[in-house]
């Protein structure tokens, strides 16, 4: 057994435990909730992030300079909150909802 193995075996199990106590957390709570509607909105979610990644993928291709662009990539990316319609609903991603 070489040095450090034991806390990174250690490591790893306090990370699976951490993990496997969330799920079973978030099943806990969501075990009324409806399947389809869960899987509706993880779908529009991860529609939503691969169409910012291809946008942003898209912009750097196209750049030519870092200035014009590089000012917009840096910007806070902003996602509709729910149940709103107008431009006030607008919330940058990772603030709370």
Known sequence: MKKGDLSKFV?????????????QDIRARNADSDPDEIQRIVDEAAREVRAERR??????????SD???????SEPV???SRGGAEGRDLQPIGSPT
């Not at 490591?11 to 799920?23: G, N, P, T």
């Open 67 to 73: 200035e014009p662009l590089g000012r917009f990539l």
């Open 11 to 23: 490591e790893d199990a306090v990370r699976r435990r951490v993990l496997q106590c969330a799920v």
């Open 78 to 80: 902003f996602r509709r």
């Open 55 to 64: 946008t942003r993928e898209t912009l750097r291709a196209l750049s030519c």
